[in-house]
């Protein structure tokens, strides 16, 4: 009986052991705010809409801590759109993220459906995160997150970090000809500096493209922290822009989310054209409270088809606690003769204008909203 008391003791400790070693927490937050459109043609619009600054989400994340050096790791995470409690893409249950991992002294190994770098450095593009009305980098459209993909993150040697992604093809049968999706991101931070580039490549499918021009995305920036805010400067280059039912620059030819394949055609001909688009952002902390901000930034079609904008923003962000923010915006963008941009959110509104009333015309935008997160 002494013995088997022992081993008793002995296996509860073992199982409090492991269970400390190892976590899973829930996650996520809400995100709702009433936005104003209002475009040079007369018509406007006024919505409820989900995900000015996050989209609205509920998330599971976990670490198990397996010993010398190594933690497995994985994140499982869906969209909601909380105006009215459905999910955000009905064709997935875990449309945000679906990826295990493994941190070594080496670096982290993650595969699975994970978000992009070009996605995950917002914060270091502007004072909103790159999610807002205004931000003419959210307006161009932001490759967000890609299935099938495998990436390596090394360790941060000497305030400087290397990111590589490749998502596979999985072709097969009439598909066959696609091409992997390719990410590089290196990120650099010393105090109050921080600097970096994240792009990505994707070629059409080998079998059907007409138009052999590669997708790419390519995006520098530097900040510099001045003591009660941040100077934010970006700039980028990309031809994934086309048009769309919504308006002259409304689609994207590589899916931002991922179509189901993570490939394109390469049938259509606006991947000749190419974007460079360009931005300065500061912000200032008014009091432990309150922040406020400004951007302005241009997009320039290098073909000299007059499909360019430009826009600005102004707003701020009032910390109630520390999980919970108010914020508003204001913007402003002005499509040239041949341009259709359309104001964006971390999420797409569901109250915006489209066709005729972008097609050229100028835009005000207003948000007010509401950042609870949990």
């Not at 490759?143 to 099938?148: A, E, I, L, Q, V």
């Not at 100077?231 to 179509?259: D, F, K, W």
């Not at 302005?296 to 606690?321: F, M, Q, V």
């Amino acid at each position: 009986m002494k013995k088997q008391a022992i081993a008793l003791a002995c296996m509860a400790t073992w199982q409090a052991a492991a269970q400390a070693q190892s976590n899973v927490t829930i996650y996520g937050n809400f995100d709702e705010y009433l936005g104003y459109i209002r475009s040079g043609s007369g018509a406007h619009i006024t919505g409820l809409n989900d995900g000015a600054v996050l989209r609205s989400r509920l998330g599971f994340r976990g670490t198990e801590d397996v010993g010398g050096g190594y933690k497995v790791k994985f994140a499982l995470e869906q969209g909601i759109n909380a105006d009215t409690g459905t999910g955000a893409d009905s064709t997935r249950l875990f449309d945000r993220q679906a990826w295990v991992g493994i941190e070594a002294p080496s670096g982290e190994y993650r595969i699975g459906r994970q978000n992009t770098e070009i996605f995950l450095i917002g914060g270091a593009i502007d004072y909103t995160e790159r999610t807002t009305f205004g931000s003419l980098f959210n307006t161009f459209g932001i490759p967000s997150r890609y299935d099938n993909d495998l990436s390596y993150r090394s360790p941060r040697l000497a305030g400087a970090q290397l990111v590589l992604h490749y998502a596979l093809p999985e072709n097969g049968g009439a598909t066959r000809g696609n091409s992997p999706i390719y990410q590089l991101a290196l990120d650099y931070r010393n105090g109050p500096y921080r600097a970096g580039y994240a792009g990505l490549q994707a070629s059409p499918n080998s079998v059907t493209a007409t138009v052999h021009d590669k997708v790419v995305y390519h995006n520098v920036y530097a900040d510099y922290q001045y003591g009660s805010g941040t100077i934010y400067l970006a700039a980028a280059r990309s031809n994934n822009s086309t048009s769309s039912a919504n308006g002259l620059n409304a689609g994207v030819i590589l899916n931002n989310v991922s179509n189901p394949n993570n490939f394109f055609a390469g049938t259509d001909r606006n991947a000749a054209r190419y974007y460079n688009f360009y931005q300065v952002s500061a912000d200032y902390r008014v009091s432990s409270a309150l922040r406020i901000g400004a951007l302005y930034g241009i997009i320039k079609d290098t073909s000299g088809g007059n499909a360019g904008a430009r826009g600005a923003n102004a707003g701020a962000y009032y910390e109630l606690s520390k999980r919970t923010t108010l914020y508003g915006f204001a913007s402003v963008m002005q499509n040239q003769a041949n341009a259709g941009f359309r104001f964006s959110g971390s999420a797409g509104p569901s109250a915006n204008l489209a066709g005729a009333d972008i097609n050229g015309k100028h835009l005000t935008g207003l948000q007010a909203g509401i950042l609870h997160k949990f």
